[in-house]
């Protein structure tokens, strides 16, 4: 059973930084490409970023370009989001995704708020 769990999200100052991490179980992680989503309130889920099964290529939202890093540890099955100056529009629901062919998986999300 595909299992992708979220965490690190917190309350941090505009400015500040987070690290999300994403723990993958039940499937193959050294082999699929893994992404980042978030959702803040009252708007649509959107793509963060993105990485492929080695890291060679990394793909960003023009929105966190320039600030936020994703990266990958294959031995600890985990996908990471290091996130630098963050602004209080980084405010939102954080997910990891998976896309593993006729399913999409999800975790259960971590909510990071940027506010003084």
């Known amino acids: 059973q595909v299992q992708l769990v979220e965490s690190g999200g917190g309350l941090v100052q505009p400015g500040g930084s987070l690290r999300l991490s994403c723990a993958a179980s039940?499937?193959?992680?050294?082999?699929?490409?893994m992404r980042w989503y978030r959702q803040a309130p009252g708007k649509e889920r959107e793509f963060v970023a993105g990485?492929?099964?080695?890291?060679?290529?990394?793909d960003y939202a023009d929105s966190v370009k320039g600030r936020f890093t994703i990266s990958r540890d294959n031995a600890k099955n985990t996908v990471y989001l290091q996130m630098n100056s963050l602004k209080p529009e980084d405010t939102a629901v954080y997910y990891c995704n998976c896309y593993i062919p006729l399913s999409d998986h999800w975790g259960q999300g971590t909510q990071v708020t940027v506010s003084s």
């Open positions: 990485i492929s099964v080695a890291g060679a290529r990394l």
């Open positions: 039940g499937f193959i992680f050294s082999t699929y490409y």
